[in-house]
């Protein structure tokens, strides 16, 4: 046996002495050149060559590889010069002030204001005087979301609940939660908030979690985290690997932390590409991340198939279930099972965020961001040691924090219970099907995918989508208007249940089909015809640009006109 050993090992040898004899010819070859190259040179040249290369590679190396991708940058700039060439920049010009006309003119919110109140009244009103002034402002707009007409937005509105909430906030208006020592109750209610949803979930005894004002901040506070323990890891540019139906806080995530985000493809049935998410794991990959469900098309990512990658490589995943969280951890019981499993019972999900001001039917300013152990958690945290106020800790993004809406969160909780929010989850999940069945008979329409759960996506092959939209904004309706691919779509809530609201909508799709029908080469006005503008321009700078018209119109106190942008906004010459 020994002989046979020495034998094989002498023959491995022998076959290496070749290659290492075609290596060594190579090196010197190698070396010749370069000392030739070198031969005359003086030592304060051979040091300068030496310090410059060094300095172009380092120089080299931070331009190839950053949060924004070469390509994305190398866009960019093209678009950028090509703004400044005299003819075609004065083209472009045109163009954006058009399209920012455009916008300005059709943001509803901006029509009808005649006066705005721009100083403080001199002598401050009376009570009653206020109320009346609120009132008036409560009753603007033409879209009554108690109607059941809006996708989404009002997930309860239920009158007996406001009532509750009132009072509930009326007994913590003046509560925060950054002083635990004064408003002791306040804090068990937020602890108690997130280890209900802890359950909700099925974490184990060591899952943890925070609330938060909502669910972008739980997906920020989930992406701090796990840069932070990338950064403790020695990844010094981390990255996550996101779907591209995947809620935009991941790209205000990247934005503000400073993670390189990688967008992976869909399947045709609108779910995340497994297969395409594994090959873009790379040493850099901080995070993965899916939905349960997806807010485009409602569709739940293959939670339990990403969960096998994150383990495989040992890397923390996240689950947004913001939209439907508290619809999914209620649909078993409901008596509709989902195929897949999302929750902490899967080997691999390190975190889950989960909108309590959604299907939990808390008042806006609420989520919840969870984690399986609290090794996670810590690394969400901020804490200033050194600050001369004293030692400051803070768990999420804010310091002071509205304590009137945490004891709301609590209220609702513990006013609905889990038997009200199981027969929440059957009405609206019940509505959703029957939706879903009754659209997909319709000709000239198709359903995005297969939901799972309460949001249907409408496209069409026939005929702009987008005209579809604004026939049903002219009959009452507001639903989301979505872009690649062109879609709108119905988030279902309690309102929907309602008698009679789901066949008043299948009635008005129908109606506005047919009218549709009789002119299929009609153009597209109005907001429609911005996204279908938006789509085709492949300078994204241009639409983001354009975008800040609309949040400039959020904060405008001055009367909309057609020779003037919005308050704070630039001439744009």
């Known amino acids: 046996m020994q002989r046979r050993r020495s034998w094989w090992y ?39 060559l030496t310090i410059s290369s060094t300095l ?23 678009f950028k010069l090509l703004r400044k060439m005299p003819f075609i920049g004065a083209i472009i010009q045109k163009k954006i002030d058009e399209a920012l ?92 908030v997130v280890r209900i949803a802890c359950t909700l979930f099925n974490g184990g005894p060591n899952s943890c979690g925070a609330m938060t004002s909502g669910g972008t901040e739980s997906i920020l506070m989930a992406c701090k985290a796990y840069r932070d323990l990338a950064y403790e890891r ?19 995530a990247a934005h503000y932390f400073g993670l390189k985000l990688i967008h992976i493809p869909l399947t045709k049935a609108m779910e995340v590409d497994v297969q395409a998410m594994r090959r873009a794991i790379s040493k850099n990959t901080a995070m993965l991340a899916c939905s349960a469900p997806q807010f485009p098309h409602g569709i739940m990512d293959p939670i339990e198939e990403v969960a096998e990658l994150a383990v495989k490589y040992k890397i923390p995943f996240h689950v947004d279930a913001c939209l439907g969280g508290f619809l999914i951890a209620f649909m078993d019981k409901a008596g509709f099972p989902l195929k897949r499993r999302f929750d902490f019972r899967v080997k691999g999900v390190t975190s889950i965020s989960a909108d309590t001001h959604k299907y939990g039917y808390a008042p806006k300013g609420s989520s919840v ?7 996670y958690r810590s690394y969400q ?8 106020g004293g030692i400051y800790a803070s768990p999420s993004v804010a310091g002071s924090r509205p304590g009137g809406i945490i004891a709301a969160c609590w209220a609702t909780l513990m006013h609905i219970g889990e038997s009200g929010y199981i027969e929440a989850t059957k009405r609206i999940i019940k509505t959703a099907r029957f939706l879903e069945s009754e659209l997909r008979k319709i000709d000239s329409i198709f359903i995005f995918g297969k939901p799972e759960v309460s949001v249907l996506s409408i496209g069409s092959d026939t005929f702009d989508i987008y005209r579809l939209s604004n026939f049903l904004a002219a009959k009452g309706w507001n ?14 809530t309690q309102l929907h249940t309602k008698p009679g609201v789901a066949e008043q909508f299948l009635k008005d799709v129908k109606d506005s089909i047919e009218e549709i029908m009789k002119d299929l080469n009609a153009k597209t006005t109005g907001m429609g015809a911005i996204y279908g503008m938006a789509q085709s321009v492949p300078d994204r700078s241009l639409v983001a640009e354009i975008s800040q018209a609309y949040l400039d119109g959020l904060y405008s106190t001055d009367v909309p006109c057609s020779e003037k942008h919005m308050n704070g906004s630039p001439g744009h010459h």
Not at 156 to 175: D, I, M, N
Request: include cysteine; charged fraction near 25%.
């Open 381 to 388: 945290f901020f804490i200033a040691p050194d600050w001369q």
């Open 479 to 492: 639903l989301n208007v979505l872009q690649f691919p062109s879609s709108i779509h119905l988030c279902i």
């Open 10 to 48: 002498q023959g491995a040898v022998d076959a290496i002495i070749p290659y290492k004899e075609i290596l060594q010819m190579y090196w010197e070859k190698a070396t010749s050149f370069v000392n030739a190259q070198c031969d005359g040179l003086e030592p304060w040249q051979l040091i300068g």
């Open 101 to 192: 006309n455009d916008v300005t003119s059709s943001l509803s919110f901006l029509k009808d204001e005649k006066d705005y109140i721009k100083a403080l009244p001199e002598q401050g009103m009376s009570q009653p005087e206020v109320l009346e002034k609120m009132k008036d402002y409560s009753s603007k707009g033409d879209v009554r979301w108690q109607d059941g007409k809006v996708s989404g937005t009002v997930y309860s509105g239920e009158e007996k609940l406001t009532h509750l909430l009132v009072k509930v906030y009326e007994e913590f208006a003046w509560s925060n939660p950054l002083h635990p020592d004064i408003f002791p109750g306040l804090r068990k209610m937020e602890a108690e």
């Open 56 to 78: 172009i590679s380092v120089w080299l190396h931070g331009f190839l590889f950053q949060s924004e991708s070469l390509t994305s940058r190398t866009k960019k700039q093209f």
């Open 234 to 252: 020695g990844i010094k540019q981390p990255e996550m690997l996101v779907p591209v139906s995947a809620h935009a806080a991941f790209d205000k």
């Open 369 to 375: 961001v969870l984690y399986s152990d609290k090794k």
